[in-house]
């Protein structure tokens, strides 16, 4: 056997080791929308198998860690995460931490999530208010209340 036979036994053998490797990956790299396939209604079921109380289902979306799914969901008013895998076997209730960034990405998403609840102050008109305090004070309180 020459050297060249060697060399494209060599390459023929990396080639399929490489069409091996990659027809085996796992479904959920293919489309990358793989947590968009889970409906609310699919979480709220697995939910109620593990007796936890109904909670408001925000968001499915797919998580930093490939085949799992991140679920944003709001209980009596309070944001929250969890995780899930593709297949709803496993729910994963905690912190997912990056330790390359050494960022909390849980807290970040709740952060985000609160972040969309708030009001912009700039938008609320105080003409019919009563206005107490400093008026270009820097912090500002405003109470609603429902006289009806």
Known sequence: MNKLDCGGKLITGFVIFLFLST???PAYAENGNECADITKEKVAGTLKKMN???VEILAIKNSPLDGICEIEVN???SAGIFYTDLTLN???FGSLHDTRNMVNLTASSVQ???DKKRVDLARITLNEGLAIGVKGAAKKVIIFTDPD
């Open 90 to 92: 496993y729910v994963i």
């Open 75 to 77: 209980s009596k008013g």
């Open 112 to 114: 985000k999530l609160q």
């Open 52 to 54: 936890i109380p109904v």
């Open 23 to 25: 027809a085996t990956l």
